[in-house]
Structure formats: C-alpha cells, structure tokens
C-alpha cells in the first residue's frame, strides 16, 4: 500500500497535483519559512508551518493535526489537535477553512481496481472522462483511479467492443513478466 494525496486546490499546487506518501517517516504538511521546509509547503498565511503531519503504523495511515491556529478537518469534520484519526480511501483533507484541500488515496501499485462492474455500466452518452485527476464519471457516480487504473481504462475504452488480451495491455503499456 502506499499513500498519496491529490491536490484539489491550493497555492502554489495545480488541481490534481499528486504527492506520494512514504511509510517510513512521518509526512509533515503546512507553510514554509526560512528555517522550516515541510513535506508538502502551501503559501497560505492561513496555513501554520507544521499544520499537519500523516504517518503511518500498523498497515495504516493516520492524519494528526499539529496544534494548527485555523484547524483541520476530514470530510468535513473537525479533527482534535495531536489526536491520530485513521485516513480511508477517498477522505477530504481541508485546511485553514479550505485554504487547502486534499484526497487521501491509499494505493497499492501492485494491484489493479477490477474494472469489470465498471466497465459492464459504461455507455458513451453515460460516461466522462477527466484525465487531469484521473476519474470517471459513469451516470451520478464518480470514480477516483490510480495512475495505472485509469491508463488502462482509456486503453479499454479506446477499443471498445474488441477483445483486448492481457498480452496486448502489456506490450500498449511496455509490462513484461
């Protein structure tokens, strides 16, 4: 598994700018100075230096807010300072009243999303494509996917009602065993 954030808005981060999360050190986010580089710098002034940090223990990531004057929330809910709240997939991170906002995406790049529902629900008229944050959009439902995901996805649609092999999605996308 490996985390990643995405960037949804943000100075200086463009919309679906996505920042891994490694597991082995505690991932600070908030404001840079002159004495203080974090993981991950917005340049609010409403973003503390250390607002955040997410780290990760026991097979899972957590987000503990660092005592932030303007707070921080997931999915809309306010988190108590220096108190670890487990992150899920798809979680919003706002900070600072939404000077910032992020999705927590918890990925493992070994494995692939089964796409066979998804694709089973796929009409041309019922579908939508967004290549900047890599999502679908199949009738009200939007899907988030990983780099590979989507890739694949576009591949697939892009030879709709063909047979593809699993020998042709790894020569399209340069895989060898």
């Not at 920042?19 to 993981?39: F, H, Q």
């Not at 927590?104 to 066979?116: E, H, I, Q, S, V």
């Not at 694709?119 to 590979?148: A, C, G, R, W």
Request: proline residues 5%; charged residues 25%; aromatic residues 12%.
């Amino acid at each position: 598994m490996n985390g990643m954030l995405i960037i949804r808005n943000g100075a200086p981060f463009y919309e679906g700018a996505s920042v891994p999360i490694p597991k082995d050190k505690a991932c600070i986010i908030g404001r840079s100075s002159e004495e203080w580089e974090p993981y991950l710098a917005f340049q609010s002034a409403y973003i503390s230096r250390k607002h955040f940090e997410v780290t990760y223990e026991s097979n899972a990531f957590f987000i503990t807010d660092l005592f932030s004057k303007h707070g921080t929330k997931v999915n809309g809910e306010e988190l108590q300072p220096g108190t670890p709240r487990f992150l899920k997939e798809q979680d919003v991170i706002t900070l600072a009243n939404e000077e910032a906002a992020l999705v927590f995406r918890n990925d493992d790049m070994d494995a692939t999303l089964d796409l066979g529902p998804l694709l089973k629900q796929i009409n041309k008229p019922f579908y939508t494509l967004d290549p900047i944050l890599q999502k679908v959009k199949v009738k009200e439902e939007t899907y988030i996917l990983s780099d590979k995901e989507y890739a694949c996805l576009a591949y697939l649609l892009e030879y709709n009602n063909q047979f593809v092999s699993k020998e042709a999605l790894k020569k399209a996308f340069g895989l060898n065993e």
